[in-house]
């Protein structure tokens, strides 16, 4: 007898988040998925989050006789690219999201969905953002690639990440000496001038809306405050981080950290904690401090807390920048990737975003130099 068809469902986002938890989160653990961004409850907050009309979030489940087989959450929403307004199916995600994928049981369920996107006519781009290597969304592209359609992609955030070995000592031995020393100066220094430091964590409970808030006015004194992107700085982006605080506690998952110089919280970390791996979202500190190396000294405090804790692996997320150079040199490679309707607008789209501006900024480059 031969297997039931695999059909594929549009719900909502709410429907789906309700109903699919359970196979959602099993799937997405048997497939080796780890940390928050594939779990439903985060992804229902980021639906919250981005939810705006005429922003639609929406999720296509693949089933066989009603088992869940994979499931890819989009948002549907129109906009313009390249003056011509458009009809956008995008991965439900964002800035604030880090990476993206679907979750699937099986290859087959993959091709479902793929083919009820192409037979979906009401889309014009399908914009996937911040793949990690070897999504499973991977697997749709190259089916839509396999079949001609106008694709075109380009490297996003290079997240570094930082494997951390048994013991401290370890750890500190394959620092580069200069590094090591300018932090035993800078924390003397500190000492001395500020006061004894200490290391607080909170992981939920009674304290944690006033944790949340000192974090929060911490980022928001600093350049992100000036630049307008802290999370203080949005009413929105303050009630996502608090419901992504509350729901990870309830797992078990929040790590929040505080580097305290006396009785002052001056440095401040967003972090889950997931299957032995520390995910940072957000670091901040008092900028007063910033001579001592306040990020730096934090790091370690909290780097010589996790290897304690038997912890292996920090992800720095979000992209390269300065400050995370000394630490590691290990990174992870995420990507954006638009698929084109295969129309006359489609593929001049495609030709006019992935082959037209690219040679056009070249040539302004040679020209420039």
Same mark, same amino acid.
């Given at each position: 007898?031969?297997?039931?068809?695999?059909?594929?469902?549009?719900?909502?986002?709410?429907?789906? #988040?309700?109903?699919?938890?359970?196979?959602?989160?099993?799937?997405?653990?048997?497939?080796?998925?780890?940390?928050?961004?594939? %779990?439903?409850?985060?992804?229902?907050?980021?639906?919250?989050?981005?939810?705006?009309?005429?922003?639609?979030?929406?999720? $296509?489940?693949?089933?066989?006789?009603?088992?869940? &087989? /994979?499931? +890819?959450?989009?948002?549907?929403?129109?906009?313009?690219?390249?003056?011509?307004?458009?009809?956008?199916?995008?991965? &439900?995600?964002?800035?604030?999201?880090?990476?993206?994928?679907?979750?699937?049981?099986?290859?087959?369920?993959?091709?479902?969905?793929?083919?009820?996107?192409?037979?979906?006519?009401?889309?014009?781009?399908?914009?996937?953002?911040?793949?990690?290597?070897?999504?499973?969304? @991977?697997?749709?592209?190259?089916?839509?690639? %396999?079949?001609?359609?106008?694709?075109?992609?380009?490297?996003?955030?290079?997240?570094?990440?930082?494997?951390?070995?048994?013991?401290?000592?370890?750890?500190?031995?394959?620092?580069?000496?200069?590094?090591?020393?300018?932090?035993?100066?800078?924390?003397?220094? $500190?000492?001395?001038?500020?006061?004894?430091?200490?290391?607080?964590?909170?992981? !939920?409970?009674? &304290?944690?809306?006033?944790?949340? @808030?000192?974090?929060?006015? $911490?980022?928001?004194?600093?350049?992100? !405050?000036?630049?307008?992107?802290?999370?203080?700085?949005?009413?929105?982006?303050?009630?996502?981080?608090?419901?992504?605080?509350?729901?990870?506690?309830?797992?078990?998952?929040?790590?929040?950290?505080?580097?305290?110089?006396?009785?002052?919280?001056?440095?401040?970390?967003?972090? &889950? @904690?997931?299957?032995?791996?520390?995910? $940072? #979202?957000?670091?901040?500190? @008092?900028?007063?401090?910033?001579?001592?190396?306040?990020?730096? +000294?934090?790091?370690?405090?909290?780097?010589?807390?996790?290897?304690?804790?038997?912890?292996?692996?920090?992800?720095?997320?979000?992209?390269?920048?300065?400050?995370? %150079?000394?630490?590691?040199?290990?990174?992870? /490679?995420?990507?954006?990737?638009?698929?084109?309707?295969?129309?006359?607008?489609?593929?001049?789209?495609?030709?006019?975003?992935?082959?037209?501006?690219?040679?056009?900024?070249?040539?302004?480059?040679?020209?420039?130099?």
């Amino acid at each position: 007898m031969s297997s039931p068809p695999v059909r594929v469902e549009e719900l909502t986002t709410s429907t789906a #988040f309700r109903a699919l938890a359970h196979p959602w989160s099993s799937i997405a653990q048997r497939n080796g998925q780890r940390g928050p961004f594939f %779990q439903p409850g985060w992804l229902a907050i980021t639906a919250r989050a981005l939810e705006s009309p005429p922003r639609q979030p929406f999720v $296509l489940a693949a089933h066989r006789a009603g088992q869940p &087989l /994979a499931l +890819l959450p989009l948002l549907r929403e129109r906009r313009t690219i390249g003056s011509i307004p458009l009809q956008v199916y995008r991965s &439900l995600s964002d800035d604030h999201s880090q990476r993206f994928d679907l979750v699937a049981a099986e290859n087959p369920a993959i091709d479902a969905l793929a083919h009820h996107l192409a037979a979906d006519r009401r889309w014009n781009v399908l914009e996937l953002r911040d793949l990690p290597p070897a999504a499973a969304a @991977e697997q749709i592209v190259a089916w839509f690639e %396999q079949r001609g359609w106008p694709i075109g992609s380009w490297p996003s955030q290079r997240s570094p990440y930082l494997r951390l070995p048994v013991s401290h000592a370890e750890f500190v031995a394959h620092q580069p000496a200069k590094f090591r020393a300018n932090l035993r100066r800078r924390r003397r220094s $500190l000492i001395e001038q500020e006061g004894p430091i200490a290391l607080e964590r909170i992981t !939920g409970g009674r &304290l944690l809306d006033r944790a949340l @808030e000192d974090g929060f006015a $911490l980022e928001a004194a600093g350049w992100k !405050g000036r630049l307008g992107t802290a999370i203080a700085g949005d009413p929105k982006r303050r009630a996502r981080y608090r419901a992504i605080a509350h729901w990870a506690a309830h797992r078990r998952e929040l790590s929040l950290h505080f580097l305290r110089v006396g009785e002052r919280r001056v440095g401040f970390h967003f972090a &889950l @904690e997931v299957e032995g791996c520390y995910y $940072l #979202f957000k670091p901040a500190y @008092e900028e007063r401090l910033a001579r001592f190396g306040i990020g730096h +000294l934090m790091m370690d405090e909290v780097v010589q807390s996790l290897i304690a804790r038997r912890l292996h692996t920090v992800d720095l997320l979000g992209d390269r920048m300065e400050w995370k %150079q000394p630490w590691t040199t290990d990174e992870q /490679a995420h990507r954006w990737v638009h698929i084109f309707r295969p129309t006359p607008i489609g593929k001049a789209l495609a030709a006019w975003k992935y082959q037209l501006v690219p040679w056009v900024g070249a040539l302004w480059r040679r020209v420039a130099a």
